[in-house]
C-alpha cells in the first residue's frame, strides 16, 4: 500500500503547488455532509493537522463511505487541489475510498466533544486518537529522540542494563519480586525459600540501570542506558509511576561538577529540540494546557542553571518566612513543596542541589568526610525533581563500611565491589526521568497522562 502521511503532504505544499494525485490512510474526526460533497476531515497521528477530504455525491468513493463517521479508518486516494473553502490551503479530491473499520456512533467512547483527562486514562487504548495525546506521544518520541542524539554527540554509547537483576540499586527495598512460583506457595526448606525458583535466589525488577551502567562505564568510558525502570512505592502521587523510562549516563573520569555540567547541558538540549521540531504539538499545549509553557521551554533551552549546595538551600528554605508542611533542617530530606519552592519561587528557574547529608542518600555516593555525600539533585519549576544523580564511591573500603552501615548483604554486591577492586577510577552519573521531563516539556501536570499506558498503585487495566 503506497501512500503519503498528512505530515509530508503539509511539508511538501507549503513550499510547492499542488499537483500530483496521493493516498492518504486514516480516522475520520468529523464528517460534515453538504448539498452534492461530503466533507471528511481526516487525521493520521502523523501530525495534529487533519486533511480536508471532499467526495462527490454519485462518485464510486461516496459510495464506498456509506456511513462512515467520526472513528472511522479509511484509505483514500485521489488529487490534491488547492482549497476554496476557510481554514485549509489545499483538500483531496476523492476519487478511491476504502473504509477499512467502520465505528459505531453510538457507542464509539471518543465523541466530538472534550473529555476529561480522568475519562481519557479509562480509554487509554483510545486516546492515541485525540489531538492532545497525539501530541504527547509525538513529543515524548521527539524528545526521547533529542536525548538519544545529544548524548552520542558527548561520546556516550547507549547500552542495556537487565531488568531481571538481583540487587537493589537504590537500597530503598521498593522492588516488584519476580517469581515462576505459584501463588501460596510454601517452600519445603524454609531456610532456602528460592530454591524451586526459576533463578533459584531472590529476583525482582531493576528499580535502576545504575550498576551495571557503572560496569559498563568502567570499560567504554561514557554510557547511558535508556529503559525501563520499576518502583513499588505506593505514592500515590501526580509525579510517580510504578513503571517509568529513566536516562542514566554514568561517566568514567567524571566528577561532580562534569556530571552537574552534562545534566544540564542533556536538560537544555532536549528543550532545544523540541522547540525547533515539534512547535505545532507545542502550541497545543502552550493554548489548552499551561499558558506559561513557552516561555519556561526558552528558559530551558537558553536560559542559566543555578547550583547551589544542600546547606544554602536549607538555609534559603528556612529564611524563606513560608510555612512548609515539613519544616526543614539540616539533615531533612527536601520533600516537593521544598524543590518547588526552590525552583519556582526562589530562582525562577533550573537549579541544582549538590553535596546532600550522607544519611539520606544511597549508599553507593561518594562520601565527602564532611557528613556529606556528592550527590546532585536538579529541581525545576512545576516538577521539584528532575534528575538524581552522584559521584560515585570508588573506594573500596569506603563502599564496603557503607553497605554495611546500611544493612545490606555485601555478597549481593561482590561484583560492584570487584570495580573498585580492579582499576578503580573515580566516575559519575545520573538518572533523569523522562516522563518527569515529558511533564514539564508540555505542561502536562499528572504523569498518568504522559505514559502511553500508566501503571500506578490500583490500576493495571491495559
Ligand atoms: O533519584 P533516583 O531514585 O535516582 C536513581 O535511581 C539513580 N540510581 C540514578 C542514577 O544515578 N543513575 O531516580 C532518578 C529520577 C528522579 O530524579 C525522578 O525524575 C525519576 O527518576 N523517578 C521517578 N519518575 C517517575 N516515577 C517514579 N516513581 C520515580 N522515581 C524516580
Ligand atoms: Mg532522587
Not at 467526495?55 to 479509511?74: I, L, S
Not at 493554548?287 to 536549607?314: C, N, P, T
Not at 515539613?326 to 526562589?346: I, K, N, Y
Not at 559521584?391 to 554495611?404: F, S, T, W
Request: glycine letters at 10%; a negative charge.
Amino acid at each position: 500500500m503506497l501512500k503519503n502521511d498528512i505530515r509530508q503532504i503539509a511539508t511538501v505544499l507549503a513550499s510547492e503547488s499542488a499537483t500530483g494525485k496521493t493516498t492518504v490512510g486514516g480516522w475520520i474526526r468529523t464528517r460534515r455532509d453538504a448539498k452534492g460533497f461530503t466533507f471528511l476531515e481526516i487525521n493520521d497521528g502523523s501530525c495534529l493537522k487533519n486533511l480536508q477530504v471532499v467526495v462527490t455525491e454519485g462518485t464510486p468513493a461516496f459510495a464506498a463511505m456509506g456511513e462512515a463517521n467520526n472513528g472511522a479508518a479509511v484509505m483514500i486516494g485521489g488529487q490534491l487541489v488547492e482549497s476554496p473553502g476557510q481554514g485549509q490551503k489545499w483538500e483531496l479530491k476523492a476519487e478511491t475510498l476504502t473504509v477499512f473499520g467502520f465505528a459505531d456512533q453510538e457507542n464509539y467512547p471518543l465523541q466530538k466533544k472534550r473529555h476529561t483527562d480522568e475519562f481519557l486514562r479509562g480509554i487509554a487504548h483510545l486516546r492515541a486518537r485525540t489531538n492532545k495525546y497525539g501530541a504527547m506521544l509525538r513529543i515524548r518520541a521527539e524528545a526521547a529522540q533529542a536525548a538519544h542524539n545529544y548524548l552520542r554527540s558527548e561520546g556516550f554509547r547507549y547500552v542495556h542494563a537487565p531488568i531481571l537483576t538481583g540487587s537493589d540499586a537504590e537500597g530503598a527495598g521498593e522492588m516488584f519480586r519476580v517469581t515462576t512460583l505459584p501463588l501460596g506457595y510454601q517452600p519445603p526448606n524454609p531456610a532456602n525459600p528460592y530454591d524451586e525458583d526459576f533463578f533459584g535466589r531472590e529476583s525482582n525488577l531493576t528499580v535502576s540501570g545504575q550498576l551495571e551502567a557503572e560496569a559498563l562505564a568502567l570499560g567504554l568510558g561514557r554510557v547511558y542506558t535508556f529503559g525501563p525502570t520499576f518502583r513499588a512505592e505506593n505514592s500515590n502521587t501526580a509525579r510517580h509511576a510504578a513503571e517509568f523510562w529513566m536516562i542514566e549516563p554514568e561517566a568514567a573520569f567524571y566528577d561532580l561538577e562534569d556530571n552537574m555540567e552534562l545534566a544540564e547541558n542533556l536538560t537544555r538540549a532536549v528543550a532545544w529540540y523540541v522547540l525547533e521540531n515539534c512547535q505545532e504539538d507545542l502550541d497545543l499545549f502552550n493554548r489548552f494546557v499551561d499558558a506559561g509553557l513557552m516561555d519556561r521551554l526558552k528558559q530551558l533551552a537558553m536560559g542559566g542553571y543555578d547550583r547551589i549546595s544542600y546547606r544554602e538551600a536549607v538555609k534559603i528554605l528556612q529564611q524563606s518566612g513560608r510555612r512548609f508542611e515539613h519544616p526543614v533542617d539540616f539533615g531533612t530530606d527536601l520533600s516537593t513543596e521544598h524543590e518547588r519552592f526552590l525552583a519556582e519561587e526562589h530562582f525562577k528557574g533550573p537549579v541544582t542541589v549538590y553535596n546532600y547529608p550522607k544519611a539520606i542518600k544511597a549508599f553507593y555516593m561518594r562520601d565527602n568526610d564532611d557528613g556529606t555525600v556528592a550527590a546532585m539533585d536538579l529541581l525545576v519549576p512545576r516538577i521539584g525533581e528532575l534528575i538524581g544523580g552522584s559521584q560515585r564511591e570508588e573506594r573500596l573500603d569506603r563502599l564496603e563500611g557503607r553497605i554495611a552501615d546500611m544493612g545490606q548483604n555485601i555478597d549481593n554486591y561482590w561484583w560492584y565491589l570487584d570495580l573498585r577492586r580492579y582499576g578503580t577510577v573515580p566516575h559519575s552519573g545520573f538518572g533523569l526521568g523522562f516522563e518527569r521531563l515529558i511533564m514539564l516539556i508540555t505542561g502536562i501536570s499528572n504523569i498518568r497522562d504522559v505514559l502511553p499506558f500508566p501503571r500506578t498503585p490500583r490500576s493495571l487495566e491495559f
